[in-house]
């Protein structure tokens, strides 16, 4: 019963550098989404998609990339770090469109670029 | 805009207190109104709100949206300890119904 997996768990990477994000979940989810958060900030929507091949942008999408090839993959992109996407990033998916059913989180990965 | 406004951000309340958390939004195309809990990690689901005035409970916990006044409250009775989490609002509507964010309520229990 894995649900949301996002791996890594922790990461450290220099300014310039370049990584993925990865998210898998095994609920057959349509929507999927990924989040940072920062103190104080709450959860900042960055990027999501309502199914394979479909993305879009959210609230803080600047610096990141995402694709949805299959249902179950939702990577995220980070193409040249900076010290300001420290953070503490979320992958979350629901059932059908957002709207219906709560989120599943995963359990989250903390970034720190240096 | 799509927005989503928590108040108060921090609260420290003595154990037993009720307190009564604010969510206040600004949405085209409204779908749903959630509530999560979070503690350590990921946060976890509360309350799904999709229509006024109805409250829904889950033990000392209880919330309830209010359309026309865009916004949504949430009660804890009793306070313990173990409510001790920042607790956010989300919004799912606008554009492809994504799903936003509030700042969150940090609360803390005093023994």
């Known amino acids: 019963n894995a649900g949301v997996t996002q791996t890594p768990k922790f990461q450290v990477l220099k300014t310039g550098q370049s990584m993925t994000l990865q998210c898998a979940q095994d609920?057959?989810?349509?929507?999927m989404s990924w989040y940072r958060q920062d103190p104080g900030m709450g959860l900042r929507l960055i990027h999501y998609?309502?199914?394979?091949?479909?993305?879009d942008q959210g609230e803080v999408p600047n610096g990141y990339n995402v694709s949805r090839s299959t249902t179950e993959d939702f990577p995220l992109r980070l193409l040249s770090a900076a010290p300001s996407q420290t953070s503490v990033y979320f992958c979350?998916?629901?059932?059908?469109?957002?709207?219906?059913?709560?989120?599943?989180f995963g359990n989250g990965t903390r970034l720190t670029v240096t | 805009e799509d927005k989503v406004v928590q108040s108060p951000l921090s609260l420290v309340v003595h154990e037993g207190d009720t307190v009564t958390l604010n969510c206040s939004y600004e949405?085209?195309?409204?779908?749903?109104l959630l509530w999560y809990k979070q503690e350590k990690k990921a946060p976890t689901f509360l309350f799904m709100l999709t229509s006024s005035g109805i409250e829904k409970k889950s033990g000392r916990l209880s919330s309830i949206l209010d359309k026309k006044e865009l916004s949504s409250i949430l009660n804890i009775t009793a306070t313990q300890t173990g409510d001790s989490a920042i607790y956010l609002c989300?919004?799912?509507?606008?554009?492809?119904?994504?799903?936003?964010f509030g700042k969150g309520t940090r609360l803390h229990i005093l023994p």
């Open positions: 949405v085209t195309n409204f779908r749903s």
């Open positions: 998609s309502v199914g394979a091949g479909i993305t």
């Open positions: 979350a998916s629901s059932y059908g469109q957002g709207f219906r059913r709560p989120l599943h």
């Open positions: 989300a919004l799912s509507g606008g554009r492809d119904d994504k799903i936003i």
């Open positions: 609920m057959n989810h349509e929507y």
